[in-house]
């Protein structure tokens, strides 16, 4: 397609414009959500001829769409059994210190973040913790902000741990296993990091802060259920660590497998699959739908590869400088763009670097701990927030004066982490 060419130029408008609603609060002219927004840009692709509609279909990458639709209806059949409400209940009757329930509080979600979803623990678990807090008369702002600031690091660890890291594992087809190994190590000390700022950033708070007798009460568990589903979400784990063989035997690859262990959860459950597909995030879908056919039709333009070639030089010819450099282009893209958006489209530069499955794992970790910089760095962020907030405000700079150093800390000792144990 030329660069001259008034399709050029319409899909590139019409991908900016979808950017701006994306990446900004809802206009009062224009009171679209980022799922609403994302649609509108796969349409105008089609209606005003950018795009034809089989090329918008094949655009959608249905793999991670199958992939997060598994892994949220694990999660919700363990909501459904009080999964969570019994992690929560635990996590506060262990803790008998508020610092202990802090280090434990970042440990949980970020663990939990890599076994699931990260937006999906967030807003399962904010309820029970907030209503913990509350019940333990304990300070709020440390625990959401160590719940969401761990959930997105934990996340970093899996495929399956957030949006971005989905599309990163299935377009760069580096194995579980291997994603698990290279990024896990990373993870944990950033974790332990993460709780040192914090701890360090509210000692104040905490230090005259005691937890409460009576603050948590009992919480009803569907055993039976609970069972059933953790034998579900054990046994697609280990199959994805064998994603290779099972995929040259079966023809399955990690979505169809997360897909599969859902379904074989809907048939044991013996639960109403309305209740449980009621849970499922159907918006996140759409949005990431919508989204592939959007970036498709700036694809075909080569505008990627023109940003790309016209930064080269920026990036560095050595690997360490491509790492660097790629690092804090992602922290901004992200939080200029939102994570997922700048992934779909700094994904089609890998291939250009020095080390590119090095770099997906840098992209994967960057975009991922960039979430963690301010309040609407990440969806995790808001979905927490959100939640708590008749019981709490929290202000712009109360998330970052410690957010900022959260990123950057995290984000460096990550990214060397990487390039010493690649």
């Known amino acids: 397609m030329s660069s001259s060419g008034h399709p050029y130029w319409l899909a590139v408008g019409i991908f900016a414009v979808t950017y701006a609603l994306i990446s900004s609060r809802r206009l009062k002219i224009l009171p679209l959500n980022r799922p609403a927004s994302a649609l509108l ?16 279909y094949r655009a959608v990458d249905w793999n991670t769409i199958a992939l997060l639709l598994g892994m949220m209806l694990l999660s919700s059949y363990l909501q459904l059994a009080g999964f969570f409400s019994l992690a929560a209940d635990w996590i506060l009757l262990k803790a008998r210190t508020p610092q202990r329930l802090l280090l434990m509080l970042v440990f949980a979600s970020g663990i939990l973040s890599a076994l699931l979803v990260n937006d999906t623990i967030c807003l399962m678990l904010t309820p029970l913790v907030v209503a913990v807090i509350v019940r333990g008369r ?13 959930a997105n690091i934990g996340s970093v660890m899996t495929i399956t741990g957030n949006p971005q890291n989905m599309i990163i594992g299935l377009f760069s087809g580096i194995p579980y296993a ?5 990024l896990a190590p990373a993870a944990i000390v950033c974790l332990t990091l993460d709780y040192l700022i914090l701890r360090w950033g509210f000692r104040r708070v905490l230090a005259g802060a005691r937890i409460e007798a009576g603050a948590v009460a009992p919480t009803p568990v569907n055993r039976p259920l609970l069972a059933k589903t953790l034998a579900c979400l054990a046994a697609v784990t280990v199959a994805f660590f064998f994603d290779r063989p099972i995929r040259e035997h079966f023809g399955l690859n990690v979505a169809w497998i997360a897909l599969g262990g859902a379904a074989v959860a809907m048939v044991i459950a013996r639960v109403d699959t309305h209740q449980v597909l009621k849970l499922v995030d159907w918006h996140l879908l759409l949005f990431f739908a919508a989204l592939f056919v959007v970036v498709e039709g700036l694809r075909e333009t080569r505008l990627p590869e023109e ?16 790492a660097w450099n790629l690092t804090w282009f992602s922290v901004a893209g992200s939080n200029i763009f939102s994570n997922v958006p700048f992934v779909l489209v ?14 997906w794992k840098v992209l994967a970790l960057s975009t991922t701990f960039a979430g963690n910089l301010t309040l609407l760095g990440s969806v995790a962020n808001v979905i927490v927030v959100e939640s708590a907030r ?5 202000g712009f700079w109360d998330y970052a004066r410690l957010g900022i150093p959260i990123t950057i800390v995290t984000t460096v000792v990550g990214v060397t982490m990487l390039l010493v144990l690649r």
């Open 346 to 359: 700094a994904g089609q530069w890998m291939n250009n670097f020095a080390a590119p499955e090095l770099m």
């Open 390 to 394: 008749p019981h709490i405000e929290v």
């Open 307 to 322: 940003i790309y070639q016209s930064l080269r030089g920026v990036f560095g010819g050595s690997v360490t400088a491509q």
């Open 178 to 182: 291997k994603f698990l190994l290279s």
């Open 138 to 150: 304990l300070p709020l702002l440390p625990y959401l902000m160590a719940l969401a600031t761990s």
């Open 41 to 56: 840009g796969a349409v105008a692709m089609v209606v005003c001829g950018v795009m034809k509609i089989e090329d918008a």
